[in-house]
């Protein structure tokens, strides 16, 4: 794990633990329980691809670690209103305050905009924010292979399923494809960022494509910021794309993500 993952990590141990002093685990479960508005991820996926078109899942940012404040002016509701008049099959939606500047709130907003399925992109560790996802409305989880032991992704991979939502699980290389694909879920994210230099190279993707078979969804992240970058993925057989920072510095980012994927 890279020196800022097991950062990032620790931190949300910590956040989990003052959580628990605030909301026990029960009451969060409850309000997870409770929650019968869910949204399809994987269907909306393949509902473009039955349309020949690339599924986009249009990512809601405002910061990150490395890049600082990208968005100034960040309104979650309009985002999601324009991601969603402009093709994308997806949300997701950073809710990691210390590190991305995110929200729960953001989230919630900006699928009460619309009407897209959202995942909630954020260091998923333990079961408690797993409830806490579903309670504030996610259809999808991310869990990331590099974080996370095989046995502890596969227990939150079926407390996700068992509430409705489905889970993406991201891999950076061929040990964690190794364990990702031990799991059930069809959606295997390839990052194409480095962990450890913040190197970004589409060929990550290129090299793990062919492991990633049997009716699973290979989707790309990162590093897609070019009509060039589009054509080469949909070529080698990829249709599905993570896409934020590309779209969040433009003024309109549902129409950069039109240009981008369907002009």
Known sequence: MSDILDTIIATKHQEIAAALAVRPLAAVRADAEARADRRDFIAAIRAKHAL????????????SPSKGVIRPDFQPAAIA???????????????????????????????????????????????YQVYEARAMGADCILLIAAALELPKMKALEALAQELGMAVLV?????????????????????????????EVSLTTTLKLLPQINNGRIAVTESGIATEEDVRLMRSSGVHTFLVGEAFMREPEPGEALQRLFFA
């Open 52 to 63: 020949g078109k690339a599924a986009v899942i249009s990512e809601i940012k405002k910061a």
């Open 170 to 198: 991201e891999v950076h290389n061929e040990a964690e494809l190794d364990a990702a694909l031990q799991l059930r879920t069809e959606l295997i994210g390839v990052n194409n960022r480095n962990l450890r230099s913040f």
């Open 81 to 127: 209103q324009s991601y969603a008049a402009h093709g994308a099959a997806c949300l997701s939606v950073l809710t990691d305050r210390q590190y991305f500047q995110g929200e729960p709130s953001f989230l919630e907003a900006a699928r009460a905009a619309c009407h897209l399925p959202v995942l909630r992109k954020d260091f998923m560790v333990d079961e």
